[in-house]
């Protein structure tokens, strides 16, 4: 069972980026998945989260909403984030996770993808 981003990079501020994290190994259609984040100094946060399955509509974090979206493509089994409007406070390393649907607590997780955004 494998999550693999990809996607970061340097950008100015008010630019876009998309990320993109492909699961593989297993079938994902009991889960959620969701991208998080970590700056420099900063505890882990949540960004974003979306049901394999439309049974719910994703969510986001109050800082990204409007901005940013989570959505996902169920035949080459990847979700991405578009990020739109892009701050220097946004800058940090991404991560996406997924949890088992009545999982509380994400328990795959990918390796992370820097994004950096300059001012």
């Known amino acids: 069972v494998q999550l693999q981003a990809s996607g970061g990079g340097l950008v100015q501020a008010g630019g876009s980026l998309r990320l993109s994290c492909v699961a593989s190994?297993?079938?994902?259609?009991?889960?959620?998945l969701g991208w998080f984040r970590q700056a420099p100094g900063k505890e882990r946060e949540f960004v974003a989260s979306i049901s394999w399955t439309p049974v719910s509509s994703p969510r986001y974090a109050d800082s990204v909403k409007g901005r940013f979206i989570i959505f996902r493509d169920n035949a080459k089994n990847t979700v991405y984030l578009q990020m739109h409007s892009l701050r220097p406070d946004d800058t940090a390393v991404y991560y996406c996770?997924?949890?088992?649907?009545?999982?509380?607590?994400?328990?795959?997780w990918g390796q992370g993808t820097q994004v950096t955004v300059s001012s």
């Open positions: 190994g297993r079938t994902f259609s009991s889960y959620v």
């Open positions: 996770a997924g949890r088992y649907r009545t999982n509380s607590d994400y328990e795959i």
